[in-house]
């Protein structure tokens, strides 16, 4: 079983920068793909960046590339999500989760390819 926390959310205003953290427990998540994904009001969750399980690739969606920047701590069972510039449509509940495949080659953008999530953080941007 793994359990995944987000925190690092806020209320803030266009162009300002947060940081997000997934605190993984349970077993560790150093072997997998991580990602991080949105829900806005209204909508459905939408990926927003992946993260290899070394650490030595990532993905974003269009969105938010050149914006936000995935990393991750394996020692310390970390994910992270910079975000930077933000945008009042980057406003949702960010969630983080892991990929279902031990080692996985491929950088994996859908939900249903992600098995562990956690409760979510808001994130507000206010114009």
């Known amino acids: 079983q793994v359990q995944l926390v987000e925190s690092g959310g806020g209320l803030v205003q266009a162009g300002d920068s947060l940081r997000l953290s997934c605190a993984a427990s349970?077993?560790?998540?150093?072997?997998?793909?991580m990602g991080w994904f949105r829900q806005a009001p209204g909508k459905e969750r939408e990926f927003v960046a992946a993260i290899s399980w070394g650490g030595g690739s990532t993905y974003y969606a269009d969105s938010v590339k050149g914006r936000f920047t995935i990393s991750r701590d394996n020692v310390k069972n970390t994910v992270y999500l910079q975000m930077n510039s933000l945008k009042p449509e980057d406003t949702a509940v960010y969630y983080c989760?892991?990929?279902?495949?031990?080692?996985?080659?491929?950088?994996?953008?859908?939900?249903?390819?992600?098995?562990?999530w956690g409760q979510g953080t808001q994130v507000t941007v206010s114009s």
């Open positions: 349970g077993r560790s998540v150093s072997g997998y793909t």
């Open positions: 989760a892991r990929e279902t495949t031990w080692r996985g080659v491929v950088l994996n953008t859908e939900r249903g390819r992600y098995d562990y």
